[in-house]
């Protein structure tokens, strides 16, 4: 994997070569399984191991409400749990329908036992629910 450089100063630089966002502890991810992380101001991730190499995916299908952590992998598939649809983890790219869009990932770093996800800007739903007020 091409290495990644991370900006270790600068309190508030809106232009970054790549950001890096720590996720969990590689210890945290089930071997060959998923790891749902909350962030602020974004949609959950998900962060996969297989065998030693770790992946980042939005954790929501990009065919409904399915939770990508709690799919299976299957080589480097991940099949979400809902309708069985399926993505390839290192690209993002639909295997298995009924996903036709693809699902984004994010470059993962494994730097000294913890995970960390060029995660880029956070990108929110503009589709908010109304609540509250
Ligand atoms: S919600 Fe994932 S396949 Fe339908």
Redesign the pocket.
């Known amino acids: 994997m091409a290495g990644l450089s991370t900006t270790g100063t600068g309190s508030n630089s809106l232009q970054t070569s790549l950001h890096l966002t720590r996720l969990c502890r590689a210890a945290d991810v089930p071997e060959d399984g998923g790891l749902r992380v909350e962030l602020p101001g974004r949609l959950p991730v998900a962060v996969f191991r297989v065998g030693s190499e770790y992946f980042v995916t939005d954790d929501r299908?990009?065919?409904?409400?399915?939770p990508?952590s709690d799919?299976t992998i299957i080589g480097e598939e991940i099949v979400?749990?809902?309708?069985?649809?399926?993505f390839c983890l290192r690209t993002g790219e639909p295997t298995a329908p009924?996903?036709v869009e693809p699902l984004r990932t994010y470059a993962a770093v494994n730097r000294d036992g913890e995970i960390f996800g060029a995660l880029s800007a956070p990108h929110v739903e503009q589709s908010r629910a109304a609540h509250g007020g």
């Not at 299908?61 to 399915?66: A, I, L, N, Q």
């Not at 979400?80 to 399926?86: K, L, T």
């Open positions: 299908c990009t065919h409904g409400e399915g990508l799919g979400c749990p809902f309708h069985m649809g399926a009924p996903c």
